[in-house]
T-cell receptor
Framework: DVKVTQSSRYLVKRTGEKVFLECVQD?????MFWYRQDPGLGLRLIYFSYDVKMKEKGDIPEGYSVSREKKERFSLILESASTNQTSMYLC????????????FGPGTRLTVT | DAKTTQPPSMDCAEGRAANLPCNHS???????VYWYRQIHSQGPQYIIH???NNETNEMASLIITEDRKSSTLILPHATLRDTAVYYC???????????FGPGTRLSVLP
């Protein structure tokens, strides 16, 4: 079974702090994604990566950056956390090729106070 | 990616079949239909996908109309653990992203 893990289920940070959210997948997937989910807005894509050291902006990249130094790990960085970044953050991975479903991690609920 | 329309909520009695509809009238010939679900406070879970033929796996069946403008996800014997938000998504199979709409909140009632 594909497993996507995220470093924390719940996180509380202060405004202005630098925040790292880590995601690891164990299926050698090329593609990895970071979404945020907010009530009434659904899932919105922040960034994705299709290979090591490669990244592409999604729909809402402002205030975020990402890092993919190893194939299995994709990190989301909030350079200076703000209260409007309080949200559920979901990581996903997907293989390149004909089998296209995405596998999601359990999510990290981040609260910025 | 084509837009989908789903009812915001549905109820189903435990042990009965849950039939979740999805309209995708602007779907193009090479777009697939995917279904995911999200149980409260968890990440979305893949259920099934198809192009034009009906599909079945251990979780569910997917029925796609001949004109491909709508589909139905069938959970044959719903249990309380099937209570979740169900998302219908259509996309190119070579696209990078899944776009999740508001979905259908299915409540399975004892």
């Amino acid at each position: 079974d594909v497993k996507v893990t995220q470093s924390s289920r719940y996180l509380v940070k202060r405004t202005g702090e630098k925040v790292f959210l880590e995601c690891v997948q164990d299926m050698d997937h090329e593609n990895m994604f970071w979404y945020r989910q907010d009530p009434g807005l659904g899932l919105r894509l922040i960034y994705f990566s299709y290979d090591v050291k490669m990244k592409e902006k999604g729909d809402i990249p402002e205030g975020y950056s990402v890092s993919r130094e190893k194939k299995e790990r994709f990190s989301l960085i909030l350079e200076s956390a703000s209260t409007n970044q309080t949200s559920m953050y979901l990581c996903a991975s997907r293989a390149q090729g004909i089998y296209y479903e995405q596998y999601f991690g359990p999510g990290t609920r981040l609260t910025v106070t | 990616d084509a837009k989908t329309t789903q009812p915001p909520s549905m109820d189903c009695a435990e042990g009965r079949a849950a039939n979740l509809p999805c309209n995708h009238s602007t779907i193009s010939g090479n777009e697939y239909v995917y279904w995911y679900r999200q149980i409260h406070s968890q990440g979305p879970q893949y259920i099934i996908h198809g192009l034009k033929n009906n599909e079945t796996n251990e979780m569910a069946s997917l029925i796609i109309t001949e004109d491909r403008k709508s589909s139905t996800l069938i959970l044959p014997h719903a249990t309380l653990r099937d209570t979740a938000v169900y998302y219908c998504i259509v996309r190119y199979n070579y696209g990078q992203n899944f776009v999740f709409g508001p979905g259908t909140r299915l409540s399975v009632l004892p």
